[in-house]
């Protein structure tokens, strides 16, 4: 009798540590969308004279999921070339504001978006690109009808925002390059790795309930939500890009995401003195000059 009630006190911890953590992920905390403005002025990387001399404009678009994606739009020149650029989790579009500039200077129009249950975006919870994909899609379809069908659109994206951004290409042909900047490889590998790492707990039995509880709540099939399985269909440039001393989405992970874009031209940069999401920050000179390279190797400049 005893052992069957520490049978069940055991089983039911182990229910609620599930839940808490399926919660944890599809309902992850978010700053506010004012807030992430004001945390990348103070660090320096949104500098508010340049941002507010450039054109832009106030998009908002239906997601097929029912809700409204909000972004904002800076064309620039009447150029033929646009990149989408896709913000990581818990933040807001603001994040991508510092990589405008570079893309800007090369002659891009730019598109900037909150994700799905992100910022002005609506969206009950986050999917890391399992619904995301057909939200940037809409964008694309948007970016197209702007700049007509001879256009050349790319994107890039940012932790969470370049596994959707590796998700996107694989169903969207338009798109001619991607620049993914520490993407996981497997979403269920990362929530593995982190469980281990942050709460010392096994795969078993914790995952599989986690998988089927993300799934009631959201919608979300954990194991569909592969980047590594969708680069093998893409056939577009993706340049690879991962902080050296990334710890929370460790740079194995991009190791297996190079591997696997087997067919079509791909780079890989591993960025020194970097974290994670800091590749670009840390590395501006190097990281800016690679980007270039890369876009005229493959005849996007």
């Known amino acids: 009798m005893i052992f069957l009630i520490i049978v069940l006190i055991v089983s039911m911890l182990f229910l609620?540590?599930?839940?808490?953590?399926?919660?944890?992920?599809?309902?992850?905390?978010?700053?506010?969308?004012?807030?992430?403005?004001?945390?990348?002025?103070?660090?320096?990387?949104?500098d508010g004279s340049l941002y507010g001399s450039w054109k832009k404009e106030e998009i908002i678009l239906p997601s097929p999921f029912g809700y409204e994606l909000y972004g904002l739009w800076f064309p620039w020149n009447d150029s033929k070339r646009t990149v989408i650029l896709s913000h990581g989790i818990t933040y807001t579009l603001y994040?991508?504001?510092?990589?405008?500039?570079?893309f800007l200077d090369l002659g891009f129009n730019v598109f900037i978006y909150d994700n799905r249950h992100h910022g002005r975006s609506g969206g009950k919870n986050a999917t890391f690109g399992f619904h995301e994909k057909y939200d940037l899609k809409v964008i694309t379809d948007w970016v197209e009808s702007i700049t007509g069908d001879e256009a050349i659109i790319g994107t890039h994206g940012e932790s969470m925002g370049a596994a959707i951004s590796l998700q996107h290409a694989a169903i969207d042909p338009r798109i001619q390059f991607v620049i993914e900047d520490c993407s996981f490889n497997r979403l269920d590998t990362l929530l593995e790795y982190r469980l281990k790492k942050d709460y010392h707990l096994p795969r078993i039995p914790l995952?599989?309930?986690?998988?089927?509880?993300?799934?009631?709540?959201?919608?979300?099939?954990i194991k569909e939500v592969s980047p590594e399985k969708a680069v093998r269909s893409i056939q577009a440039p993706i340049m690879f890009i991962h902080g050296e001393h990334d710890e929370f989405i460790p740079s194995f992970m991009v190791e297996k995401l190079f591997a696997n874009k087997m067919n079509g031209p791909?780079?890989?940069?591993?960025?020194?003195?970097?974290?994670?999401?800091?590749?670009?920050?840390n590395n501006q000179k190097?990281?800016?000059?690679?980007?270039?390279?890369f876009l005229l190797e493959n005849k996007i400049l």
């Open 286 to 293: 190097e990281y800016s000059a690679l980007v270039a390279e």
């Open 266 to 281: 791909k780079k890989l940069y591993i960025a020194p003195n970097a974290g994670h999401a800091e590749s670009y920050w």
């Open 16 to 46: 609620f540590a599930s839940l808490v953590f399926a919660v944890k992920v599809i309902y992850p905390k978010r700053f506010g969308f004012q807030e992430t403005y004001e945390i990348e002025k103070d660090n320096g990387k949104i």
């Open 95 to 102: 994040g991508s504001v510092k990589y405008m500039k570079m």
């Open 207 to 221: 995952m599989p309930v986690v998988e089927l509880m993300c799934q009631l709540l959201s919608g979300m099939v």
